[in-house]
């Protein structure tokens, strides 16, 4: 009965906001790309790759096409030889970023819980 529920709330991405999230831009990569836009700003592809050493560029240019996709992230291309594009958080993608930064202060205030060895907390 009681677990028949919890099934329907969380089983169904399109209508469980959790699962949602989770889906679209809940790995360490989109949330650190998202806070490293909105800390500088409009950034090109090289310089988002630079910023994230440990990143591939199919890595990086998959998670970037996903937060365009979701409305989070802006690619802007300039018609140039060779050709520039430019990627920048949308409004959307602006009202996370308190949320990350609040995520961001719970690490750093327990960060040392989790270097403990111990599974016990």
């Known amino acids: 009965m009681k677990n028949e ?3 329907e709330k969380y089983s169904c991405v399109a209508t469980c906001p959790m699962r949602n999230v989770i889906a679209h831009f809940a790995n360490k ?4 790309l998202l806070v490293i836009l909105d800390e500088f ?13 440990d990143i591939s560029p199919k890595v990086l240019s998959g998670h970037l096409k996903t937060l365009e996709s979701v409305g989070l992230v802006k690619r802007i291309l300039y018609a ?7 990627y920048e958080l949308t409004d959307l993608g602006r009202t996370l970023i308190p949320i ?16 403990k060895p111990s599974h016990k907390r």
């Open 41 to 53: 700003g409009v950034m090109r592809f090289n310089e988002l790759s630079r910023a994230i050493p």
């Open 5 to 7: 529920k919890i099934s």
């Open 100 to 115: 990350l930064n609040q995520l961001s202060e719970w690490g750093r205030e327990h960060l040392k819980d989790f270097q």
């Open 29 to 32: 990569w989109s949330m650190l």
């Open 80 to 86: 140039e030889v060779p050709p520039r594009t430019e």
